[in-house]
DNA sequence: CCTGAGTTTGAATCACCAGTCAACTCGGGT
DNA sequence: ACCCGAGTTGACTGGTGATTCAAACTCAGG
């Protein structure tokens, strides 16, 4: 059976997308060669082109790969927590770059800049980017409306609006983050969301923080 | 006199970096060529080179000279108005992509993603971004207090704090708007960051839209 | 009118890189 | 044993674009 080929091409596909947003949080999307994935996969520069049908399909395709593979990677991590509050308390953690060194969230930042930069001329990534941020958003509303269906929060504010401000606020300070701004420490960016998100929903926050 | 042929030549680096910054906008940073800048103040390529020891160079000048010009825009306009009130929320609107049509936020805020992307690799500009982003975040603090010290606002949270996090918020719905995002167009970009900014400095949002 | 420093041009140079292609490898089918 | 074709290579092509440069031009001052 043609199986053993069509699977090392299957695998070729994928090994040269992870391979991609390697290069591209490593170099930067603009400085990001072809010659540069073929070695970071250990191929010739040829076979980029012989899976991809350009650089920039490729690219693109890069981009959204590792955006889903986080997304993915975080909704496992979340599904284990029962309690609302402890998945949103975990969502904030997960998002701040750099705090849990497991979660390779500096990457993703980083691509998500990326993202923003391109989609503002390609209309392609454009639409893909909008899908991302809007499963992003809605995974803060969902967990505001299981806690609220649980009893676990009381009702407020519209959740798909708390998780705009929330997800908002969150990416707002992540950039500071990334940025390595010294104003805006990873501890700090997580206190400051725990906060909001207490206020936005309603609770008190009893571990540590007070006003 | 020498001044004329000096005040040629500053005219020609101004022109030159307002040219640029457009043409950034316009096509993108990654797009934009020597070529592309000459073309826009009607000038040869090689005049570029002759004034800018080098395209990146020109590039990073350009992206904080476009910066300072629009907060100097913005800080010139807050000036005219007394209430602290009224400055917080005129802030707002005036942060808001596309809202006020004088105001060029859109090319501004498309002006920031690329210095964020940029800021990534280049410690240069990364440095020269945190100056410019702290003096935002400032500028929001300067109004809390403003409003603390004549009685306008009560007392709360640190106003250093409140700008980092109605910064943030701006910052991030700000890059939904600029993308379009079906979810989030420019009112309704403003009407959150007015009921966020209501929150955290603690006063009612009577008017139901200070229109 | 000269002159020369400052300005401007555009052609030439040079490096780089996406994409092409002809040749090669090799596992599996016949 | 032989053939087929997917997979792989790496040299090559073509275009692009930054940077250089020598020549031309401008004009204030002599």
């Known amino acids: 059976m043609a199986r053993v080929r069509q699977k090392n091409g299957r695998d070729r596909h994928q090994e040269i997308l992870e391979a991609a947003a390697r290069v591209i949080t490593d170099r930067g999307l603009a400085e990001t060669r072809i010659?540069?994935?073929?070695?970071?996969?250990?191929?010739?520069?040829g076979l980029i082109l012989y899976y991809f049908e350009s650089k920039d399909r490729l690219l693109v395709e890069a981009l959204t790969y590792a955006n889903d593979k986080y997304y993915l990677a975080q909704a496992r991590d979340l599904?284990?927590?029962?309690?609302?509050?402890?998945q949103l308390s975990r969502l904030i953690d997960l998002s701040v770059p750099g705090?849990?060194?497991?979660?390779e969230r500096l990457e993703e930042w980083a691509l998500w800049v990326e993202i923003w930069v391109r989609a503002l001329r390609d209309p392609a990534l454009a639409k893909e980017r909008e899908v991302l941020e809007r499963r992003w958003r809605q995974s803060i509303?969902?967990?505001v409306r299981h806690g609220r269906?649980?009893?676990?929060?009381?009702d407020g504010e519209d959740a798909d609006e708390i998780g705009m401000k929330l997800g908002a606020l969150i990416d707002g300070l992540a950039i500071q983050v990334l940025m390595n701004d010294a104003q805006v420490g990873p501890e700090h960016m997580q206190r400051?969301?725990?906060?909001?998100?207490?206020?936005l929903i309603g609770f008190e926050l009893e571990p540590a923080a007070s006003s």
Chains 1, 2 share one sequence.
């Open 141 to 143: 509303a969902d967990i």
């Open 149 to 154: 269906s649980t009893g676990e929060f009381d």
């Open 192 to 199: 400051m969301c725990q906060e909001v998100s207490a206020n």
């Open 99 to 103: 705090l849990l060194p497991d979660f």
């Open 35 to 45: 010659q540069d994935i073929a070695e970071q996969c250990g191929v010739s520069p």
């Open 79 to 86: 599904r284990r927590l029962d309690s609302a509050r402890d």
